[in-house]
């Protein structure tokens, strides 16, 4: 069994369905309609509910930022890599991360994932945050609602999917694109480095593009989570400006201009 805690990590984990809430603990201290509503969505959900003094839930918790709120879960339940494999829209879009071990950066970015529409999450068994409580309340519930794989090699991941025609795109300081040059309207997975240290050198080699974000102050790079968001946020614009584009070329000349074919490292 697992502890969450926070509302917006307990409302979300019951909303999605994905795991078994055992029971959901809160603060007699608190009451208010956000957990009034709270408790109504358990009572409706068969799930029981018991108030505890905000002290205990302390204890439970291990912090004091549980927002009144502590439920024990059922493990979460991990995706296949070909689970992943099968896009929602045209284009596949992943998200791979190599070697992210802060479980705030991890919660952040799974949160933009979510809003971003991106298909799944690959995350390596090692060396690597796991999805725990803190992760869950950082993505403020988010965490509960995508699709995440765990891998034994992150390597051999990439080439798995590179083998089913899915382009591998890093985020590196010395990547010789653009991330806004980049035509993200293909099946592809963004793969991001570990704070500090970035990629790994040989997850770098399997990159088949390292796109770069620009900098013009006086640091060199940014947190991975916000790096992430920039581009995960840049994929999601091309994709919508895809889907509308069609409809227009229709109703004008008839004339598309033709894609350029994507070119990978090496070619």
């Known amino acids: 069994m697992q502890l969450l805690y926070g509302l917006h990590a307990v409302e979300e984990a019951i909303r999605s369905g994905n795991r078994r809430l055992e029971s959901v603990a809160i603060s007699r201290q608190r009451q208010d309609a956000r957990l009034k509503s709270l408790a109504e969505a358990c009572h409706a959900a068969g799930i029981p509910v018991r108030l505890e003094p905000k002290e205990q839930l302390t204890r439970l918790a291990r912090t004091e930022a549980h927002q009144g709120v502590v439920a024990v879960v059922a493990e979460r339940g991990y ?3 070909q689970e992943l494999s099968k896009p929602r829209g045209a284009y596949l879009f992943l998200l791979a991360l190599d070697g ?72 590196d300081e010395c990547g010789a694109t653009n991330y806004d040059v980049f035509d993200y309207r293909c099946n592809c997975v963004l793969v991001l480095g570990a704070e500090g240290s970035g990629l790994h050198d040989l ?24 790096a992430g968001a920039i581009v995960m946020y840049e994929a999601a614009r091309q994709r919508r400006a895809a889907m509308v584009m069609p409809a227009a070329e229709e109703a004008g000349s008839g004339s598309a201009r033709p894609k350029r074919p994507i070119k990978g490292l090496g070619s």
């Open 100 to 171: 992210i071990e802060d479980p705030h950066n991890l919660g952040a970015l799974l949160r933009t994932a979510d809003g971003a529409g991106v298909d799944g999450v690959v995350l390596p068994e090692r060396r690597a945050a796991g999805v725990n409580a803190t992760v869950v309340k950082t993505s403020a519930g988010a965490a509960e609602h995508v699709h995440i794989a765990r891998v034994t090699n992150l390597v051999r991941a990439l080439e798995e999917l590179k083998r089913e025609n899915v382009w591998c795109v890093g985020l």
């Open 203 to 226: 997850t770098r080699r399997t990159c088949d593009h390292l796109l770069r974000i620009p900098m013009v102050g006086q640091v060199s790079s940014l947190n991975v989570s916000v």
């Open 79 to 81: 995706s296949s890599l």
